[in-house]
């Protein structure tokens, strides 16, 4: 059986095995990959990370698995980790396909300079930290991404608790770059201490090869609450904290939802 074939046969099980849409609970039809494949070296992605979508909730996610993808490369600082043609390749796709979307590049050593100023990184940085420190994102980008940790969100949920996630929940969806954490001196330990501060994990890997260092996450829930959060880091780029509730809880606690559950954003 040819590879096509086999990976063909294998997703008609995996939906006959979850015959729901594990975003909006219609029939699914087709798998979706999440975090999207291309975020990872070598397009190797965590086992058990697939999950059964509907062609609307699935279709059109092109824009946000391309930004999410380079927003990952790009913000990467660490040697064996670097893909910088890989960075600039997804960066003329986007570029070509999504052009509203597609975050500018600072390219000139002066753009780059009012960059890292406005960012507020160490002078010392300045000099190791790549391609996410030189780009600026538009507001489509910033909802894409948000987007993206809402779709992430259900994921999770469905993964762990065998469900799909309440329609009728808000959430409030927040990521941090690595621009933020290199102000406060070093991204690994701020971002390790944020995301061990939930109690369940889970390994990330693809056979033998532990994918960790690309993309971890924990997650956690408050039954009586009917509360589920997680915090994921990706790579050194940024770390990422979503969390969904019924419409009473944000009320309750004075909190403020940020995003429905169908992506539509929640008005301050």
């Given amino acids: 059986m040819g590879e096509k074939k086999r990976r063909l046969t294998l997703s008609k099980q995996f939906i006959r095995d979850n015959p729901?849409?594990?975003?909006?609970?219609?029939?699914?039809?087709?798998?979706?990959?999440?975090?999207?494949?291309?975020?990872?070296?070598?397009?190797?992605?965590?086992?058990?990370?697939?999950?059964?979508?509907?062609?609307?909730?699935?279709?059109?996610?092109?824009?946000?698995?391309?930004?999410?993808?380079?927003?990952?490369?790009?913000?990467?600082?660490r040697d064996e980790y670097l893909d910088t043609e890989g960075f600039k390749k997804l960066w003329r796709d986007i570029h070509k396909r999504y052009p509203d979307a597609t975050p500018k590049l600072a390219e000139s050593r002066e753009e780059q300079q009012k960059v890292w100023e406005s960012a507020g990184f160490p002078a010392a940085s300045r000099l190791v930290l790549p391609n996410l420190a030189s780009m600026i994102s538009s507001k489509k980008t910033v909802d894409l991404l948000q987007v993206f940790l809402l779709r992430l969100l259900q994921a999770i949920y469905y993964r762990e608790q065998s469900a799909i996630l309440p329609l009728n929940h808000l959430?409030?969806?927040?990521?941090?770059?690595?621009?933020?954490?290199?102000?406060?001196?070093?991204?690994?330990?701020?971002?390790?201490?944020?995301?061990?501060?939930?109690?369940?994990?889970?390994?990330?890997?693809?056979?033998?090869?532990?994918?960790?260092?690309?993309?971890?996450?924990?997650?956690?829930?408050?039954?009586?609450?009917?509360?589920?959060?997680?915090?994921?880091?990706?790579?050194?780029?940024?770390?990422?904290?979503?969390?969904?509730?019924?419409?009473?809880?944000?009320?309750?606690?004075?909190?403020?939802?940020?995003?429905?559950?169908?992506?539509?954003?929640?008005?301050?």
């Fill in 20 to 77: 729901i849409c594990c975003y909006c609970g219609a029939p699914s039809e087709t798998v979706d990959e999440m975090p999207p494949r291309a975020m990872f070296l070598g397009r190797q992605w965590p086992e058990g990370m697939q999950f059964p979508a509907c062609i609307k909730c699935n279709k059109g996610r092109g824009a946000i698995d391309a930004i999410v993808s380079l927003h990952v490369k790009g913000g990467e600082v």
């Fill in 171 to 268: 959430a409030c969806v927040s990521f941090r770059t690595n621009a933020t954490f290199m102000k406060a001196g070093s991204f690994d330990d701020l971002a390790s201490t944020m995301v061990q501060g939930l109690p369940m994990s889970r390994p990330t890997k693809r056979g033998n090869t532990d994918l960790t260092e690309q993309f971890h996450y924990r997650w956690g829930r408050m039954p009586d609450e009917s509360v589920f959060c997680y915090c994921a880091k990706f790579g050194t780029a940024f770390v990422a904290f979503a969390f969904s509730a019924p419409e009473e809880f944000f009320y309750r606690h004075s909190l403020k939802p940020t995003i429905k559950m169908d992506g539509t954003f929640i008005q301050a």
